[in-house]
């Protein structure tokens, strides 16, 4: 089965789950205590901390099983909502990539310059990480078999709306660690849910990496 129809069988799989609650028990594990800290660090930038009550960052990223001790990729940063909580809680014993939109054009490039600017602000806390690049011509996100965990976040449909979106979802594979591990890709999205009618709505994710084989 060609990767888009997998991701888009998925999709709808995830909004059917998500009717019946099966998405909300998920989210149920147990948050790391430490990940809670994280979360309610008084560093994280306030206007960011006010998005949480919708973006339930201690849920999904538990969601995707995140753990302090990961390699982790994340594709395309944004302004680093998430990136403030992910520098933070990998930097004692974790690895931190990023995987940056390529330049070339101005959204790109100012997008690119805040989230540098904005981790700088935090470089006590944050804690090393390595920026690559992601986008047409540009899948070398992480060395391969690196990663325990590759998650994006509202990014699904800018890949396949610019065509590249199976390349993107096989870099990520490259990059996870072998299938014996528990390596996973995580996103959420909030595009329109392909060939169900549904509105579009937010939700996470998660595919094993042999779901993208």
């Not at 948050?31 to 306030?46: E, G, H, K, N, Y």
């Not at 680093?80 to 490039?109: F, M």
């Not at 540009?138 to 325990?148: L, M, Q, Y």
Request: a positive charge; charged letters at 20%.
């Amino acid at each position: 089965m060609h990767t888009l129809n997998r991701v888009h069988v998925t999709l709808i799989a995830l909004a059917l789950a998500c009717a019946s609650g099966v998405t909300a028990a998920a989210t149920t594990a147990m948050t790391d205590p430490q990940l809670t800290v994280m979360i309610a660090s008084p560093d994280r930038t306030a206007t960011f901390k006010a998005r949480d009550a919708v973006r339930h960052p201690a849920e999904e990223l538990t969601f995707f099983g995140l753990k302090s001790n990961m390699t982790v990729v994340e594709l395309w940063p944004g302004s680093g909502y998430w990136s403030e909580i992910l520098g933070p809680y990998l930097a004692a014993s974790g690895k931190y990539y990023v995987a940056q939109e390529p330049s070339g054009t101005k959204e790109a490039d100012e997008n690119t310059a805040k989230w540098r600017a904005r981790m700088a602000g935090h470089k006590d806390l944050v804690g090393k990480f390595t920026e690559t690049t992601l986008g047409k011509d540009h899948f070398d996100i992480a060395p391969p078999n690196s990663a325990d965990l590759v998650v994006t976040f509202r990014n699904l449909h800018n890949w396949v709306n610019s065509g590249y979106a199976d390349a993107a979802l096989a870099a990520a594979r490259r990059a996870a660690l072998s299938f014996a591990t528990a390596s996973r890709v995580g996103t959420s999205t909030n595009a329109q849910m392909p060939a169900t009618g549904l509105p579009p709505l937010r939700l996470p994710w998660s595919l094993s990496i042999k779901g993208i084989r």
